[in-house]
């Protein structure tokens, strides 16, 4: 045989392994989207940015503790305003703004 016949045969060979491999790729994704779906891959993704951003919160929580409970501190302060302003003596503000004292505005 002359080299080019044998180069062409193991250029063949090459070019049907690797056609071979590219079918079994897409015979193993074709498969894999028959067990799942892309609203069931889609909602895996999201429960696993879920848990990273959980872990992570939990994480900086851990390392800033005197913030954290500041800032619990200043949320519950806030919800209990109306309350804690009649124990001074002074009248709750119910939701006033600029627009609704000043209608000529």
Known sequence: MSDRRIQMLEDKYLRDSARALVEADIEHLK??????????????????GATDLYEEAIGMAEDNKGALVALIAAIVVWFARNPIMEMFGREPDEGSDTAT???ER
Not at 31 to 48: T, V
């Open 31 to 48: 498969s894999d989207f028959a067990n799942k779906g892309l609203g069931e891959r889609a909602i895996d993704r999201a429960r696993e």
């Open 101 to 103: 004292e000043n209608p």
